[in-house]
């Protein structure tokens, strides 16, 4: 008898444990020393079943960002989602980023500091259509804090989309610089406990954000 196809949800679970056990190895190995007859050892099967799920290395490593672009959406949403007022919507999603950046240091490495392929590296490549849905779902996260920044200002005729945008760039790198001076380690060197002042600092971002944003109204 012929082997019964995969239904939808699982070839999805088996998709979903090859990116997972891809993402350890990228960490151990880096994403050069990263191959899929390497993971096809760790996963103790024929090379050739990954290909049955994913074209290459490159769509394989944009569908790992892609899902991490997922998870940190449904974070900022959910964050959001919890309070009504946009100042205090603000200020939710920023916790929850970086929450989620000390959360998952090895998907938030890949997405935001390590020294890999990015978007750009693709086009005019067979994986820039693959490419641009990882784009695509990392535009969601930042246009979802470009709206609520709006939100939160007004409708203030003097606000341009520039300057709403020179916040976002401001915000976003405070919080990029506290969780990744976590996650490899150099705040180590400037404090000998830097995780338990996440909630200072965390409180600082939002408080020179609210400040920020209230003088813009």
């Given amino acids: ?49 990954i290909y049955n799920y994913f074209q290459n290395k490159d769509e394989l490593y944009l569908c790992i960002l892609t899902k991490g672009f997922e998870q940190l959406l449904e974070y900022l949403m959910k964050a959001a989602s919890s309070h009504n007022d946009a100042m205090d919507q603000v200020g939710a999603v920023i916790a929850a980023y970086v929450d989620f950046g000390l959360e998952n240091a090895n998907i938030y490495n890949l997405m935001f500091t390590w020294h890999v392929p990015k978007f750009k590296d693709y086009i005019g490549s067979p994986m820039e259509h693959v490419a641009n849905s990882e784009l695509a779902m990392a535009l969601k996260c930042a246009d979802l804090f470009m709206r609520l920044l709006h939100a939160s200002i007004g409708a203030s005729p003097a606000i341009n989309e520039k300057e709403i945008r020179m916040e976002m760039i401001q915000i976003w790198s405070h919080m990029h610089g506290y969780v990744a001076g976590i996650n490899n380690t150099l705040l180590d060197y400037m404090h000998e406990k830097p995780l338990l002042l996440k909630e200072q600092v965390v409180d600082r971002i939002i408080k020179n954000a609210q400040i920020a944003l209230t003088a813009r109204r």
Avoid at 24 to 37: C, E, H, N, Q
């Fill in 1 to 49: 008898m012929p082997k019964a196809q995969r239904s939808p949800g699982e070839i999805q679970r088996v998709r979903e444990d090859i990116m997972k056990h891809a993402l350890d190895l990228i960490v151990t190995d880096g994403y050069d020393g990263f191959s899929m007859r390497k993971l096809a050892t760790q996963l103790g099967i024929a090379a050739k079943t």
